[in-house]
């Protein structure tokens, strides 16, 4: 066990940097690397933990966090956290400097995301096929909303409350538990991507403890309910999601501003560049989640064919 804690931190490393980076899921790197079973059913146990030390259940409490898997979750949760310390500040220098061609960046990883997440939809059906569109429509009209926002709520979102940061680590925090779906993204999407990257290079202990709080609750609550909705519906949920994705594409448009602006404008500069970067971004991401589907098929195959034997 002890010999595997090296690779385990590499894992964490490797998750965590895909984390930073809006439109690659941790999700689906703990799926490439064959540990996405173990990371679910810790995270599940210690949300359950969690529930019953809420109720008071202190026996409940030490039984689900026996079922921790802990040699395994603590050394990933350090490669996790050193990732996103040593990318954090590298991240924001170029979202400062380069704001249009990371935002092309961004815009390739999500298309690609996309792609990967319609590929987890075992059936297509009308109706789920409306719930895509009628997501992605709503989100995109919403995002647009934002252009016409006044320089009060402006001068919020890049300073933004504490509650705001909770509000963030509940909701990013489960992207962990949706390959596809990335907690940076959701960040993105919440306005709230700039602000976390700030925190993290400023070494603001106080905020990032109130987002690590966020992420605990929003594990607690969301992750059963997650759980439940992707066993009992999982087409319908997928169909949700990529709606979600599609839909956010609005807010990831280079032209004008980056990440900045939800305006729809024409491209005005850096576009071959741009648009390099966003075909290189997308096609990575493509080849990632099919080698990862590809690695989930075949780890089926070998439980089913040791079921049978």
């Not at 965590?16 to 679910?40: H, M």
């Not at 991507?193 to 992420?215: E, I, Q, S």
Request: contains cysteine; aromatic residues 8%; proline residues 3%.
């Amino acid at each position: 066990m002890i010999r595997e804690t090296p690779w385990t931190l590499l894992r964490g490393y490797l998750m965590g940097a895909a984390d930073v980076v809006p439109g690659v899921s941790g999700g689906t790197v703990a799926l490439v690397v064959g540990i996405y079973e173990r990371l679910i059913n810790s995270v599940r146990a210690g949300s359950s933990a969690l529930g019953h030390a809420v109720r008071l259940d202190w026996q409940g409490t030490k039984n689900w966090l026996a079922r921790v898997e802990w040699s395994f979750i603590i050394p990933l949760g350090l490669g996790i956290v050193l990732a996103v310390v040593t990318l954090a500040g590298l991240l924001e220098s170029l979202l400062h400097d380069h704001p249009v061609q990371m935002a092309g960046l961004f815009t390739g990883l999500i298309a690609g995301s996309v792609v990967i997440s319609a590929r987890l939809v075992r059936s297509w059906d009308l109706a789920r096929a409306l719930v895509l569109i009628g997501v992605g429509v709503a989100v995109f009209a919403l995002l647009g909303l934002r252009g016409g926002v006044s320089e009060d709520v402006v001068a919020q979102a890049t300073d933004p409350q504490l509650w705001a940061f909770f509000l963030a680590g509940a909701i990013a925090i489960c992207a962990m538990i949706l390959p596809g779906v990335s907690g940076s993204f959701l960040l993105v999407l919440l306005g709230m991507y700039t602000a976390v990257l700030g925190a993290v290079t400023d070494r603001d202990l106080g905020t990032l403890a109130v987002f690590l709080l966020g992420t605990v609750v929003g594990l607690a609550l969301f992750s059963q309910l997650l759980h439940w909705a992707l066993q009992h519906h999982h087409d319908t949920m997928m169909a949700a999601l990529i709606g979600l994705m599609a839909g956010s594409m609005r807010v990831l448009w280079p032209w004008p501003g980056g990440l900045d602006s939800t305006e729809l404008g024409s491209p005005d500069e850096f576009v071959a560049a741009t648009i390099a970067l966003s075909v290189v971004a997308f096609v990575a991401v493509v080849a990632v989640g099919a080698y990862a589907q590809r690695r989930e098929q075949q780890e089926e195959a070998a439980i089913n064919a040791a079921s049978t034997d």
